[in-house]
């Protein structure tokens, strides 16, 4: 049998061995034993042969007394050792011996603290008493018996501990006969000694379980001595299994704390304060796991694992977050639980909930995080997923609500597989977010959407309308406004259709529907009232246009070239009455299709009493245009007041004028121009004047030849220059005109007389003929003494007549 090595547990003077303890408990690896472990002490007199004892029975190699140097102390303190050879581990401690002298009157303290200590520490009790003092009344163990109840009234909740009385050098007489005088001066102390009044009738046996042997002498019977010892040993063997010699297990403490129990156990005796059991299981549990949570708590810091996945869920989901950390967490947890296992429940399921807490809130910022990259990437995929839907054409109503329902189930997926099984979190939250960003999405692309719908009628109805309303108001006349009406109604019932069909797909109230119609209705009528705002803003320059063409063009829309038949003043009226007709189209809206007088007033007022030189009648239609709203019209429906017509009238008159007074000077520069002949008076005096001179004429033929050339040429000159088209502008513009373009003319008229005499003479006679011509010319051109002018009038004769 290897003995075991010991360890001072507490010095001689009551200072516990820290080091040394963690050292034996790793030693001999007692935190692995968990509770299967027991725990037995050994007090007695000093020199009694307790260290002996433990030696021979358990295999330990405590220090014993040299006989041959005397009796003396030789166990200092407490020590303690692990039995060898012994399942479940059981650890002995060696006290001191009580009775030493070399303590003297500090005896007493230190033995009551090493007999509590043993008590509140050991699950058996070996009493080491010598056979003579039984039944002695002053006898060595009686003291020590005394001290062990004592301290016992010191523990509020003692467990049951074995008391087993080693009776030691037995003599002759028997074991039966000794024990029950044993029994008795044990029961005789238990009764004298003081207990509190809880306990006044409690018996003994309801604190000790008390065993008797006996062993003869070591030195004298040394064989059978160890013969005893060994068939005692077999005793402790499982001496913590139910029935075991250790008895009551409540009190014990798992391997792991059995230092720091001891330690602090040792502390309370030593300041002298009583020793509460239960509380300081409580204590040794409450400090020892969590230092063991602790510990766990800052190896799943940092485990490799969690790392990696906290790394994970930091760039976006991760697949199986759940699983993996409930994993990790469970690994921790069960570890605590395996370290934790013996010690008392309340305080280890206590710190298990406050250890698994602490992960819990460890971990939820992460999963927290996780839950985040869940909402943003199912938004996403809801974004993407609704965009594609409405591309395809499907209705918004339906691609929102199987789009939405897709999104949030497949975030439910994530959230499952994103739970722990150690945490009852709620992801309600987050989905409840989800779902007001996807509606709040859903909200806006619908705005987007129906303001393009909106966007898009609009658009059609300004092309549909600006023009085609510009170009009636610019013809105005009395089918203009029923024209635009019935255009209006066309075209806002195709828009309204359109858009109706198109909000079909859109899953909204009839009232908003109805609104939506209603304000296109609206907007398509607001297209004609603001065109024909801005045509009523060109009204002035509109009436011009319309007289200057009428006034300028005739039925066929020809220019008028003003002959001097043509009745201007009648011209003149009815280009005015289209210009005032224009005006009263465009005077007011006429949307509704109501009657009004407008023309018929402004016909009153501004034209008739042109005609009608200030008589009363014209006076008061004067005066009715002086207001700024028309009769049976509403003020909103005016575009241009009664006041501000006339005032369009007066201006349009004044720049109109000059137009007229224009065709009448045209008129008048006509009759002019096509007016040759003389008065009769001067056709009477150039008669009585030239009668001689025609009488010459007649007298010499060849003047009348000359004269005839002369006329040719003029004429030709005349047809040529364009003279009375030149001088139509005006004297001064025609004669610069003519001196400019005189010269060029002549030369031209030469060069075709040139190119004409060279011409081959295709006939006999027409050669002589011209040839006699050409010698007439000749003669007359050298008669006279002009350059050019002479000759040209021989030659321009055959250039008129083709002409």
Known sequence: MDAACSTQLIDGDGTFNVSGVDNFIKEVKLEECGLSYAVVSIMGPQSSGKSTLLNHLFGTNFREMDAFRGRSQTTKGIWIARCAGIEPCTVVMDLEGTDGRERGEDDTAFEKQSALFALAV?????????????????????????????????????????????IRDKTRTPLENLEPVLREDIQKIWDAVPKPQAHKETPLSDFFNVEVIALNSYEEKEELF???????????????????????????????????????????????????????????????????ANEKFASFIANENWRELEEAVQSGPVSGFGKKLSSILQSCLSEYDTEATYFEEGVRSSKRQQLQEKLLQFVQPTFHDLLGHLRSGA?????????????????????????????????????????????????????????RDIEAHISSVRTAKLSELTTLYESKLNVALSG??????????????????????????????????????????????????????NYARGIVETKAKEEAGRALMRMKDRFTT??????????????????????????????????????????????????????????????????????????????????????????????????????????????????????????????????????????????????????????????????????????????????????????????TKFLPTVMNLLKKLAEEGQAPSTNTN???????????????GESSSSSSSGSSPAKRVPIDTSS
């Not at 720091?260 to 059991?277: C, P, Y």
């Not at 050669?767 to 000749?778: D, I, K, W, Y």
């Open 122 to 166: 050991s699950d058996i009790v070996l009493i080491n008493m010598w056979c003579h003092d039984i039944g002695r009344e002053q006898a060595a163990n009686k003291p020590l018996l005394k001290t062990v109840f004592q301290v016992m009234m010191r523990l509020f909740s003692p467990r049951k501990t074995t008391l087993m009385f080693v």
């Open 226 to 292: 160890l013969e005893q010892v060994a068939s005692l040993r077999q005793r402790f063997f499982h001496s913590v299994a139910p029935g075991g010699l250790a008895g009551d297990r409540r009190g014990v403490v798992p391997a792991n704390a059995f230092a720091f129990s001891a330690k602090q156990m040792w502390q309370v005796i030593k300041d002298n304060k009583d020793l509460d059991l239960p509380a300081h299981k409580v204590m040794v549990a409450t400090v020892r796991c969590e230092e063991i």
């Open 379 to 435: 938004l996403e995929n809801f974004k993407d997923a609704f965009e594609k839907a409405l591309n395809a054409g499907e209705g918004f109503s339906s691609s929102a609500d199987v789009c939405a329902q897709s999104c949030v189930s497949n975030f439910d997926k994530g959230c499952e597989e994103a739970v722990i099984e150690q945490a009852e979190w709620d992801t309600s939250k987050t989905r409840e977010k989800l779902q």
């Open 468 to 521: 085609p309303v510009e170009a009636l108001l610019d013809g105005a006349n009395d089918e203009t406004w029923p024209a635009i009406r019935k255009l209006l109604k066309r075209e806002g019932e195709l828009a309204v259709y359109g858009l109706s069909d198109a909000l079909s797909g859109f899953d909204m109230d009839e009232e908003t529907r109805n609104k939506m119609l209603t304000d296109l209705e």
């Open 550 to 739: 009428i006034f300028s063009h005739d039925s066929d829309s020809m220019p008028r070239i003003w002959t001097g038949k043509e009745d201007i003043r009648a011209i003149t009226k009815m280009a005015r009455s289209a210009s005032l007709k224009l005006l009263s189209v465009m005077a007011v809206i006429r949307l509704d299709d109501e009657l009004d007088n407008i023309e018929k007033t402004l016909t009153l007022a501004l034209v008739n009493s042109t005609n009608n030189n200030a008589t009363s009648k014209s006076i008061s239609t004067i005066d009715s245009l002086a207001s700024s709203t028309w009769e049976q019209v509403a003020l909103e429906k005016t575009l241009i007041t009664p006041v501000q017509c006339k005032s369009l009238w007066r201006q349009f008159k004044n720049e109109t004028e000059y137009t007229v007074t224009q065709a009448i000077s045209a008129q008048e520069a006509n009759r002019r121009n096509n007016n040759w002949l003389p008065p009769p008076w001067a056709i009477l005096a150039l008669v009585v004047l030239g009668f001689n001179e025609f009488m010459t004429l007649l007298r010499n033929p060849l003047w009348l030849g000359v004269l005839f050339v002369g006329y040719l040429v003029s004429k030709a000159l005349w047809v040529q220059l364009n003279i009375s088209g030149e001088f139509s502008n005006g004297a001064l513009p025609g004669l610069l005109s003519l001196s």
């Open 766 to 780: 027409q050669s002589s003929m011209n040839s006699s011509a050409q010698s007439e010319v000749t003669t007359n």
